[in-house]
């Protein structure tokens, strides 16, 4: 079965820096990768996906993410934060276009002035 | 505007209750999913369904059911089995799988058990 891999429970970036998440999958196959964003008590609304291709996906917000076969990763990456972006992130992986979706824990960001 | 509506926002229920939660969506989605979402957890699949009048279980399915019996509704059900009910519940919905369209999230209801 397929699982993700948040490691970083909570991240803390100044307004203007830059940000990378990271998100390990584990499946066997090239699965289909996502990333919501959640405000808080709040739905999830998605930023990007990756399903084949171009192996850096461009999303909303100014988001970006990469795929890395070689390393089971899907880290997300933003050149430069605004504290608009403070929420929790989830990485999540299906093994099939109609399979459910399996979701990371999370990683929740905080910006700072 | 279409979109998935989730009621009530807030519930509380009493020890040995069941209660169900509702989800409607006006998108014309075949498929409908209910997450169940704690702190630190993330979201874990409790039940899905991607057709009128068939689900399947998701990774925490006891002491939770469900029904399917329009396509625009996916009420759950938490029953007095369910130990631990208290968190954050969501529902989704897709047109079919969730890489065909984006997945429409509803805005949550919070269960808390008194």
């Known amino acids: 079965a397929q699982s993700v891999t948040q490691p970083d429970i909570h991240i803390t970036v100044s307004e203007g820096a830059s940000l990378e998440l990271r998100c390990n999958y584990s499946?066997?196959?090239?699965?289909?990768l996502f990333w919501y964003v959640q405000s808080p008590g709040q739905g999830l609304q998605l930023l990007l996906k990756?399903?084949?291709?171009?192996?850096l996906v461009q999303g909303i917000k100014g988001f970006e993410a990469e795929f890395k076969r070689s390393q089971s990763s899907f880290n997300l990456r933003k050149p430069s934060v605004h504290w608009s972006d403070a929420a929790e992130y989830f990485c999540?992986?299906?093994?099939?276009?109609?399979?459910?979706?399996?979701f990371g824990k999370g990683t929740r960001l905080s910006v700072i002035a | 505007d279409g979109g998935i509506t989730q009621s009530p926002k807030y519930l509380f229920r009493k020890e040995g209750q069941n209660v169900t939660l509702s989800c409607e969506q006006n998108l014309n989605h075949d498929a409908m999913y209910w997450y169940r979402q704690d702190p630190g957890q993330g979201l874990r699949l409790i039940y899905y369904s991607q057709i009128v009048n068939d689900f399947q279980k998701g990774d925490i399915a006891e002491g939770y059911s469900v029904s399917r019996e329009k396509k625009e509704s996916f009420p759950l059900t938490v029953t007095s089995a369910q130990k631990n009910p208290t968190a954050f519940y969501l529902c989704?919905?897709?047109?079919?799988?969730?890489?065909?369209?984006?997945?429409?999230f509803g805005q949550g209801t919070r269960l808390t058990v008194v």
């Open positions: 999540a992986v299906a093994s099939s276009g109609n399979t459910p979706l399996v």
């Open positions: 990756y399903f084949s291709g171009d192996t």
């Open positions: 499946y066997g196959a090239t699965p289909y």
């Open positions: 989704a919905s897709t047109l079919q799988g969730f890489t065909d369209t984006e997945a429409f």
